[in-house]
């Protein structure tokens, strides 16, 4: 019996390990044990409730306005003691938040393996996404298994020198959660607001678009939304107070735009099923829309997800105000512009990750996934 810990901690990581642990947790070779770092609070929660996933350790790390040197700091010394008593075979890390890194590292101490789910997205500035891309940098030169989304994804790492056998291509596991989620009967009252109108959705939290950045973003969208009276918004917000006030300053008395509180990830997948266009700098919802057929402005200078810009489903914006305003503006008036983007396309998997991940870790043949070749 092979024990494997998955360790997570923050909405998005939450969203892809669950259906892993979900798998997992039907082999009979392998012993499944969740812990969450609780680096998010209701935005884990949100999600493990949804997934029906009860971890087995709660380090309950978050407080109010955390900077990257308490998390860091925080999850390293209380992850210390459940690794040393369960003492797993390996611990599955996620992509590329502090939770990430910091149990890769603990790890790292105690040589314990470590397989890393969403291996090898890279946009090769450590500052761009910060600290995402050092996170995700730093846990590829630890893991022994890389479960790469894409063959570019894979192709990265071999570049970096990483072993070509520990390199398994099995597609993003957010596909395998989309696979539930999108139903023709849905409905919400914040949909019902939308009525006739046409859905712009929107997203924003990267730490590095965090002042200027977010504000610029903002700024655009109003100037927009307020030039088209037929469209209409909805801006699940982040909890970050941060965030929040920006939002206030820019956006306060637009009755275009409803900011609403966090919702659950299938309310999530309907939304962004049912949208005209998404404006966003999540990294997850990249990878989600382009399946729906809904344009992107990734409201970032960088990506690690080129697979959709290629796609022609994602076009990056960039954090200027006019940059953003000008191709927001191009895409509610410009129809062709429009059709060339909303098209569906998956270039991020097929449903089927988690088996392979689990098949891998049984010691089980697997089949690459290769859709992208
Ligand atoms: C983190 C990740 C980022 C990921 C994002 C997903 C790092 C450094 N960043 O950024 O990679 O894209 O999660 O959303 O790992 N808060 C709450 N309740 C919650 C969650 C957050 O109140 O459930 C508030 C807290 O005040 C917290 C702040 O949001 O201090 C920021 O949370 P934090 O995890 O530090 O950073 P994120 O920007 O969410
Ligand atoms: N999401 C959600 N509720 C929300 C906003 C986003 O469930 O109110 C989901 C979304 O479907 C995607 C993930 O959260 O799967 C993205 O998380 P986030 O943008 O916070 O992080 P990132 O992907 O940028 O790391």
Redesign the pocket.
């Known amino acids: 019996m092979k024990k494997v810990m998955l360790v997570f901690g ?3 990581e939450a969203i892809k390990m669950c259906p892993l642990v979900n798998e997992l947790k039907k082999r009979k070779k392998i012993q499944t044990l969740v812990c969450v770092t609780g ?6 929660d949100q999600v493990l409730e949804t997934f029906n996933v009860v971890p087995d350790y709660d380090l309950s790390i ?5 900077n ?1 040197f308490d ?1 860091t700091t925080n999850i390293l010394n209380d992850i210390k003691a459940v690794l040393e008593k369960e003492k797993p075979d390996i611990v599955l890390v996620h992509g ?4 990430t890194f910091s149990t890769a590292l603990a790890c790292f101490y105690l040589q314990i393996p470590v397989g890393h789910v969403e291996a090898g997205l890279r946009t090769k500035n450590i500052y761009s ?1 910060f ?2 891309e050092f ?1 995700r940098q730093a846990v590829g030169i630890i893991s022994q298994y890389n479960f790469a989304p894409t063959q570019r994804a894979a192709d990265n790492l071999i570049r970096e020198g990483k072993n070509i056998n520990n390199i398994y291509i099995t597609g993003n596991t957010v596909i395998d959660a989309m696979k539930h989620t999108v139903k023709a009967d849905y409905t919400h009252p914040e949909l019902e607001w939308i009525g006739d109108a046409k859905f712009i959705f929107i997203t924003a ?3 590095e678009n965090i002042g200027e950045p977010m504000h610029n973003m903002f700024r655009a969208i109003r100037r927009v939304l307020e030039e088209y009276p037929e469209y209409k918004a909805i801006y699940p917000i ?4 941060v965030i929040r006030k920006a939002a206030k300053d820019e956006l306060s008395g637009c009755n275009q735009i409803h900011i609403i509180e966090p919702i659950g990830v299938f309310d999530c997948h309907n939304f962004e099923a049912r949208c005209h266009l998404c404006l966003t700098d ?2 997850g919802i990249q990878e989600e829309c382009p399946s729906y057929g809904k344009p992107v402005l990734v409201m970032r200078d960088t990506t690690e997800r080129p697979e959709g810009v290629e796609a022609g489903t994602l076009r990056l914006v960039g954090t200027k105000e006019e940059t953003i305003y000008n191709n927001f503006k191009e895409l509610l008036e410009n129809q062709d512009a429009y059709n060339k983007m909303a098209h569906a396309c998956n270039p991020y998997g097929d449903g089927h990750a988690c088996e392979r991940i689990a098949d891998i870790l049984e010691g089980k043949e697997y089949v690459a996934w290769n859709v992208c070749k």
Not at 62 to 66: A, F, L, V
Not at 238 to 241: A, G, Q, S, T
């Open positions: 923050t909405r998005p680096q998010h609070r209701q935005m884990l978050m407080k109010q306005g955390q990257l998390i590329d938040t502090s939770t996404p600290p995402e996170n939290h990267r730490r982040h909890m970050n107070p999540s990294g």
